[in-house]
C-alpha cells in the first residue's frame, strides 16, 4: 500500500507562486509514474501534469494546456517525493490540489492523463488565488 501526503497549498495572489510537494511511502517510488489533478468546486477533477516513472536520469512530463509554460512537476526519488512549481498563478487555478501515483509501470515513457490511470490518491491541499 501507497500512502500520499501533499503539503504547500495557499493563499496567494494573483501573479505569485507556490510550490506543491507529495511525499510518497514505500520502495517501489521511482518505478510509479506520479501525476496531479485538481477540483475546483462544482467541477469535476481534472488532470494538471505528470511525470513518468524513472528510466536512468529521463523522465516524460505532460500538461494540460492550461498550464504549459506556468508549472513544473519534478520528482526527487531520493526523498520518494514529486513536486508541482507553479508560477504565474491565475484565479482560476483555485482548486484543492491531489497528489495521484499509478501501480509500478515497466514502461519508462508512459505519462498517463486520466484519473482511472492511477492507483493511489493524497488527501489534497487548497490553492487559492486572489484576484
Known amino acids: 500500500q501507497v500512502q500520499l501526503v501533499e503539503s504547500g497549498g495557499g493563499l496567494v495572489q494573483t501573479g505569485g507562486s507556490l510550490r506543491l510537494s507529495c511525499a510518497a511511502s514505500?520502495?517501489?517510488?521511482?518505478?510509479?509514474?506520479m501525476g496531479w489533478f485538481r477540483q475546483a468546486p462544482g467541477k469535476e477533477r481534472e488532470f494538471v501534469a505528470a511525470i513518468s516513472r524513472s528510466g536512468g536520469n529521463i523522465h516524460y512530463v505532460d500538461y494540460e494546456d492550461s498550464v504549459k509554460g506556468r508549472f513544473t512537476i519534478s520528482r526527487d526519488n531520493a526523498k520518494n517525493t514529486v513536486y508541482l512549481q507553479m508560477n504565474s498563478l491565475k484565479p482560476e487555478d483555485t482548486a484543492v490540489y491531489y497528489c495521484a501515483g499509478t501501480a509500478v509501470y515497466s514502461d519508462t515513457k508512459k505519462i498517463p492523463r486520466g484519473y482511472y490511470e492511477y492507483n493511489y490518491w493524497g488527501q489534497g491541499t487548497q490553492v487559492t488565488v486572489s484576484s
Open positions: 514505500g520502495r517501489t517510488f521511482g518505478s510509479r509514474a
